[in-house]
T-cell receptor, first 111, second 114 residues
């Protein structure tokens, strides 16, 4: 039972343009959401997070948007750079419980 | 500060065998979580250990077990290996119980079951 879904396995974007990665979840009890970035042969690294009491969190080129009514979050990367090419995982957490990860979206930024 | 280390990095086993994977967390971190990553399934939570006690467990069969030592190092064991156990096994450490504390992942152990 996949409680966190990333329906786009891959995404290609031109350098300098916006990358939008999407994530949907089913459990309304999730109260904390994160994005991780993973390069080949390395473990995922934390990118940005958002609490369920907010609808937006920004950190440099990265912005995460949360739409609780739609149970949807998205990660915007502006402007996209070739070094952003990686697999991006969204994750959701329910306090006192465990992390649930999506299946990942492979982003390729074309120079 | 050294990151999370996992040994071995690669492992090949045959069906029916058992395997033990090791994870050394970042110094000072007391929580270790284990995840299985397979294509199409993403990261699936296996279990979390904190202060040598299993605090949380994912939906995996009893063939998957783990433990944590007093120095916070953790081992994960899989008995009676099946072909479907082939995956990347990741461990992550955090300062205290996972939650809003950031998890730091190791590079993973790639297990291939033949």
């Amino acid at each position: 039972d996949q409680q966190v879904k990333q329906n786009s396995p891959s995404l290609s974007v031109q350098e300098g343009r916006i990358s939008i990665l999407n994530c949907d979840y089913t459990n309304s009890m999730f109260d904390y959401f994160l994005w991780y970035k993973k390069y080949p042969a390395e473990g995922p690294t934390f990118l940005i997070s958002i609490s369920s009491i907010k609808d937006k969190n920004e950190d440099g080129r990265f912005t995460v948007f949360l739409n609780k009514s739609a149970k949807h979050l998205s990660l915007h990367i502006v402007p996209s750079q070739p070094g952003d090419s990686a697999v991006y995982f969204c994750a959701a957490f329910n306090t006192g419980n465990q992390f649930y990860f999506g299946t990942g979206t492979s982003l390729t930024v074309i120079p | 500060k050294a990151g999370v280390t996992q040994t071995p990095r690669y492992l090949i086993k045959t069906r029916g065998q058992q395997v033990t994977l090791s994870c050394s967390p970042i110094s000072g971190h007391r929580s270790v979580s284990w995840y299985q990553q397979t294509p199409g399934q993403g990261l699936q939570f296996l279990f979390e250990y904190f202060s040598e006690t299993q605090r949380n467990k994912g939906n995996f069969p009893g063939r998957f077990s783990g433990r944590q030592f007093s120095n916070s190092r953790s081992e994960m064991n899989v008995s009676t290996l099946e072909l479907g156990d082939s995956a990347l096994y990741l461990c992550a450490s955090s300062l205290t119980r996972t939650g809003r504390n950031e998890q730091f992942f190791g590079p993973g152990t790639r297990l291939t079951v033949l």
